[in-house]
């Protein structure tokens, strides 16, 4: 009897210091503090990964995708989001309906804070509102930017592209580098995660205020607007570019989740990764990423599918019928042209990202022309990629639906959207970079060939093939004979 109740009381000791440490981890509102107990244990499953599989396959590599952009190639870790091709994006195996319901927001109901998102992929854990609370303090206390930087983006051209300027922005503030001054200095490959992460931070930070600044230089004659220290990062970014609707503030925080992060094999995320496996710093890999941003076959996408919708109504106006817009869409299609905005690479449905901007859009603007326009490609696009043939996935992506809602509340310069890609982006990239220094994965180096080279190989596949096959035969006629 005395030795069971002395059990029942070591249980119950055990069971509140699990509950401690529970409340430890949600009453824990630093981020860094909260990595530092992490990665020990991922550094170890990683490990135990490499120890166990690393030598099994991951699938096959075929001419086609050598040749086809390496679509379908698997050979990259990214812990911080998966992008199934019916499903779509998950972030840290949540979907972005899970984080809109469970990732703390700035009202009831209301959209998802980026900085909750941002503890999310970086930790793999739902924060609670203390933890992200601190986490905009902490970005607000880390947005300090040198005069330097400024000076740098006054010394361009007003006429130049908004992400030119960003991108400088970025390099310019490559001066303040914690890592860069680390490595110099010489320091522990095990530490490499505590640099980035303070790079990594102080990056996010400032973003907003260049973006602003080149949004305010291009655009309003350079009369900046100073940051409000009481709204997130989402309101305050927006706030600073000068709009104080709060429906285009909960647009803003939708926003920057939703574009946050797209899985390790697009060519953003891509670039900041393979750069940074040089062990350059955080500002030089998200300047390399924010160049390939700047494609318009990538970021710059959104920006072509506002003035193809812009196009459309110019020439046949809002209030058309089906009949006309299909002649619109065909005629695009023959002049030898694509429908901006629908297809994707990896997904074969239709985006989610997409799916949750048209949500916002019926509860917010459900009459505005440009948005039933969108309706309306929505229902007539599809199936006319079907018909083509051509096509492997005729739906809408996320830059179907972007700039209709950002022009809706005033901010109508299409040049500049791919400046709020950027923002966004680079907090999943962050994420992970953080993640690969802290495993310390090795320097990207994948093998390359020539035409001849393919050539030669399939042939002497062709060969070993044939040859292997004749043999078969004739062991298989040998044994019919033995039967015999």
């Not at 869409?329 to 629908?342: A, C, E, F």
Request: glycine residues 6%; contains cysteine; proline residues 6%.
């Amino acid at each position: 009897m005395v030795r069971m109740m002395r059990m029942l009381v070591d249980q119950g000791r055990r069971t509140s210091q699990n509950l401690q440490w529970v409340r430890h981890l949600t009453n824990n509102t630093d981020l860094k503090s909260r990595l530092e107990q992490l990665i020990p244990e991922e550094q170890a499953r990683l490990k135990d990964l490499k120890t166990k599989y690393g030598k099994n396959s991951l699938g096959e590599a075929t001419v086609d995708m050598a040749i086809g952009g390496m679509r379908g190639i698997k050979g990259m870790l990214w812990e911080t989001s998966l992008l199934d091709a019916d499903e779509g994006i998950r972030f840290r195996n949540m979907t972005i309906p899970e984080c809109q319901a469970k990732l703390p927001a700035s009202k009831p109901k209301g959209e998802p804070l980026p900085e909750g998102l941002f503890w999310l992929l970086v930790t793999g854990e739902v924060p609670t509102k203390e933890q992200v609370s601190a986490l905009t303090q902490e970005f607000q206390d880390r947005s300090q930017i040198p005069r330097h930087v400024f000076d740098v983006l006054d010394a361009l051209p007003k006429t130049a592209h908004p992400m030119t300027q960003f991108t400088a922005g970025i390099l310019a503030l490559q001066t303040e580098s914690e890592f860069a001054r680390a490595y110099a200095k010489g320091i522990d490959k095990r530490k490499y995660w505590e640099p980035t992460y303070e790079d990594s931070m102080n990056l996010i930070a400032r973003l907003p205020e260049i973006a602003a600044y080149v949004y305010r230089r291009t655009y309003k004659d350079g009369e900046t607007i100073a940051a409000n220290p009481n709204l997130d990062y989402a309101a305050n970014f927006a706030h600073m570019l000068g709009y104080e609707d709060p429906k285009f503030h909960e647009l803003m925080r939708l926003y920057l989740s939703i574009h946050s992060d797209h899985e390790g094999g697009n060519v953003s995320a891509h670039t900041v990764h393979l750069v940074g496996s040089a062990l350059s710093d955080p500002y030089l890999s998200v300047a390399a990423g924010m160049n390939g941003l700047a494609g318009p076959l990538h970021g710059l996408a959104n920006q072509e599918v506002l003035r193809w919708i812009e196009d459309i109504v110019r020439e046949i106006g809002t209030d058309v019928p089906t009949e006309q817009l299909k002649e619109f869409i065909w005629k695009t299609l023959k002049s030898g042209k694509v429908v901006p905005g629908y297809g994707h690479a990896v997904l074969r449905k239709t985006d989610p990202r997409y799916t949750c901007q048209r949500e916002f859009a019926l509860k917010h603007l459900p009459n505005d022309p440009m948005f039933q326009m969108v309706s309306k490609l929505y229902e007539v696009v599809p199936p006319i990629l079907l018909e083509l043939g051509k096509v492997k996935n005729p739906w809408p992506n996320v830059d179907a639906h972007s700039g209709v809602l950002l022009q809706y509340y005033g901010l109508k310069e299409a040049n500049y959207y791919t400046v709020l890609f950027g923002v966004s982006r680079t907090m999943g990239v962050l994420s992970q970079l953080i993640w690969d220094r802290a495993f310390g994965l090795p320097i990207e180096r994948p093998k390359s060939m020539t035409i001849e080279w393919i050539e030669n190989f399939c042939k002497k596949q062709a060969a070993k093939f044939s040859h292997s096959g004749a043999s078969f035969e004739r062991e298989l006629l040998e044994c019919s004979w033995k039967l015999q």
